[in-house]
């Protein structure tokens, strides 16, 4: 499946297709279509994730970077909130963290919210510390949102098939793990990421 077609799916399936009256799509509609798509196979399915590469063009190169280098197999997601996050991108199942590549500027000031379904970028107190890590909302999180508490947290990505593995992957039971609270007992892995 070509990614044209698999975008324009993926916007008929979020209810924002809309075609004037000439059959045709609008400028905004095609650059939408042809948003890149990156599929993560985790051990409780598929996530597919379209991205947001005129809004965040630093932060999905950096994404995609990673995604190509297959740093995300093998991955976990570490940090589980239920009703916030889950977080994963950076550490393996035994929670030791990956190298990763130089931190990149915070696109946080793009327009985009931490919306429910958004992938954003995980990062420190430092603005601009941002790698490998990132999370996906469970919720609206209004104060992840650029200059409500901060400088806020970089959208870069939305899930446009299997919200239901990511709110499978939040019900899974957490505990204190290294050190850490929030950690899943049995770490849900990313196997594979790739360009769809």
Do not use: C
Not at 111 to 138: P, W, Y
């Amino acid at each position: 499946m070509n990614r044209k077609f698999s975008g324009l799916k993926a916007l008929a399936w979020a209810g924002v297709l809309m075609v004037s009256a000439s059959g045709t799509l609008s400028a905004g509609e095609a650059r939408a279509a042809e948003r890149p798509q990156v599929v993560l196979e985790t051990n409780h399915g598929e996530i597919v994730v379209e991205l947001f590469q005129e809004e965040a063009p630093i932060t999905v190169n950096n994404f995609l970077m990673y995604v190509n280098d297959g740093f995300y197999e093998g991955t976990v997601f570490h940090r589980i909130i239920p009703g916030f996050v889950i977080q994963g991108g950076g550490l393996t199942a035994n929670l030791q963290r990956k190298q990763t590549r130089a931190p990149i500027e915070n696109e946080a000031d793009n327009g985009l919210k931490n919306e429910r379904g958004t992938l954003s970028m995980a990062r420190t107190q430092v603005v601009d510390s941002a790698t490998s890590q990132f999370f996906i909302n469970l919720e609206h999180n209004v104060a992840l949102d650029h200059g409500v508490r901060d400088y806020g947290y970089a959208v870069f990505a939305r899930v446009v098939e299997g919200m239901e593995v990511v709110d499978a992957i939040a019900a899974v039971e957490t505990g204190m793990r290294a050190g850490q609270r929030d950690v899943p007992l049995d770490p849900p892995v990313i196997e594979r990421a790739y360009l769809r």
